[in-house]
Structures are given as C-alpha cells and as structure tokens.
C-alpha cells in the first residue's frame, strides 16, 4: 500500500485545512486508516483513526470538537478535516494505514504503512 498525503499549508488562527490522503491498491478497506503528527523537536502524536468501515472513530483530546476524520472507501482516501486551528496544532501529519485490531487504531507502532507527510502551519 502506498499513501500519498496532501492538502497542508500555512493558516491563520482560526482557520480551517482539509487534508487528504490516497491510497494505492484494491484493499483499503482493509485497513484501519489513521492520522498522526509530529512537531519540531517532538515525537509523532496520534491525531485521529477511522475503523475500515468508517463507523468508528477516535480522536486525541487535543483535536476533539474541531477536526473530523472520514473516508471514502468507493475513491480509497481518506480526509482529516481541521476547523479552529491552533498554532500549537503546527506539525507535519502524516496518514498511516494498518491490520491491527479496532482497540489499537490510536498507537503509532501498530500501522503497516506511512504516508510522505505533509506540513501544516498555524501562524498565530
């Protein structure tokens, strides 16, 4: 599987960025789909993940309430959707696909396969 993450940019407080990320291949539905980031001089944090089927989804405290992770699983992509953003949500996200179970959709370690990142920053 190969992911191709895009839509980052530089934004205002405030402001709102849709990132995407297609995947490659006849099986992502397989897979749990989920978004993480990584600040300058820290590590990579869980974002958000959706289920296979997109019923399921689970979000990090810091994002709950302003961004929306979905999928379309008819066009293999999935999409983080982030309103109210913050400067402290500055970061390079990164789209990740993995087979693990639904209860481990939110650690790193778990997925398969990594997207190139993309780089969104919220000037403040």
């Known amino acids: 599987v190969q992911l191709q993450a895009s839509g980052g940019g530089l934004v205002q407080t405030g402001g709102t960025l849709r990132l995407s990320c297609a995947a490659s291949g006849s099986t992502f539905n397989w897979y749990h789909m989920g978004w993480f980031r990584q600040a300058p001089g820290k590590e990579r944090d869980f974002v958000a993940a959706v289920s296979r089927s997109g019923e399921v989804t689970s979000y990090a405290d810091s994002v709950k309430g302003r961004f929306t992770i979905s999928r379309d699983n008819a066009n293999n992509t999935v999409y983080l959707q982030m309103n109210s953003l913050k400067p402290e949500d500055t970061a390079v996200y990164y789209c990740?696909?993995?087979?693990?179970?639904?209860?481990?959709?939110?650690?790193?370690?778990?997925?398969?396969?990594w997207g190139q990142g993309t780089l969104v920053t919220v000037s403040s």
């Open positions: 990740a696909s993995g087979l693990q179970a639904l209860q481990f959709m939110r650690i790193s370690r778990m997925y398969n396969f």
